[in-house]
């Protein structure tokens, strides 16, 4: 498995500002929200896209993934979404990201699978893979699952697992990994409070069953991404991300450890 940081948590500290963190804190990428705060977007010009990749690069990091905004089930017209995603599409591929995330923000299957089989051949054609998050209105692996296979197109999309979401809906991890299956192509690590109250903590440190999710994947093989999103954009009195991603590595390592 190799680590990321999400820049969720570095809320208007800017790119440089997020590169220097995952870089001297043991990361091997970048996952870079698609905010104006973050110096990310699809408005970007080709100058400051090459500008923005070479950076990263430059830093000795990967990107891991777009984390996009894009509703891709939400009710509603298909055109402003499907014209947005293909924007998210184009920015990855020219910033060299593997994925773009994307979010449920509807609950029915077949709106979603419409949209990603509309994009699917921009996707493969660029070598951009559109990553569905286990979150909101379909926050189980078991709803994501049904999206992706209702799509159809696999060399095209992946799932997303946070590890959050399906627990606290009440879907046991070991049904979120079997779900998911072969759609699994990216993991986002992270900690709360509890099932109800979704406030980050540092991991170990709160109820998420991190323990039993990492051994599932190890025996799984998962050996993608896992990307902490400490989520201080939404929760700014929570500590600066540095002071969590000791934790993140080490979660990354035990499994690491136990592959020897």
């Not at 995952?22 to 905010?35: I, N, T």
């Not at 077949?110 to 990603?116: I, Y």
């Not at 992946?158 to 192509?185: K, M, Q, S, Y």
Request: one cysteine or more; aromatic letters at 6%; a negative charge.
């Amino acid at each position: 498995m190799k680590l990321a940081v999400s820049t969720l948590g570095m809320p208007g500290e800017g790119l440089d500002r997020a590169i220097a963190v995952a870089a001297g804190h043991g990361c091997q990428g970048l996952e870079l929200r698609l905010h104006p705060d973050t110096g990310v977007h699809a408005g970007l010009s080709p100058d400051e896209r090459r500008s923005a990749r070479d950076r990263i690069f430059t830093a000795g990091l990967e990107i891991s993934a777009l984390a996009g905004y894009v509703r891709i089930c939400e009710p509603g017209e298909d055109e402003p979404v499907v014209a947005a995603l293909v924007d998210d599409l184009r920015l990855a591929a020219d910033l060299g990201a593997p994925g773009v995330r994307v979010f449920p923000r509807g609950d029915d299957p077949a709106v979603g699978a419409r949209r990603l089989r509309a994009v699917a051949g921009t996707a493969s054609s660029l070598g951009v893979r559109v990553l569905v998050e286990t979150h909101d209105l379909m926050p189980t692996g078991a709803a994501v699952a049904r999206l992706l296979d209702e799509a159809g197109c696999p060399e095209a999309t992946g799932a997303l697992w946070d590890l959050l979401h399906p627990w606290r809906n009440g879907e046991p991890p070991a049904d979120t990994l079997a779900a998911l299956g072969p759609h699994l192509a990216y993991v986002q690590v992270k900690d709360a409070v509890s099932a109800t109250d979704t406030t980050p903590v540092p991991l170990w440190t709160g109820s998420v069953p991190l323990e039993e999710e990492g051994r599932l994947l190890h025996e799984a093989g998962y050996d993608g991404w896992v990307s902490l999103e400490w989520e201080r954009t939404w929760y700014p009195q929570v500590a600066p991300v540095e002071k969590i991603l000791p934790g993140a590595a080490e979660w990354v390592r035990r499994y690491e450890r136990t592959s020897q």
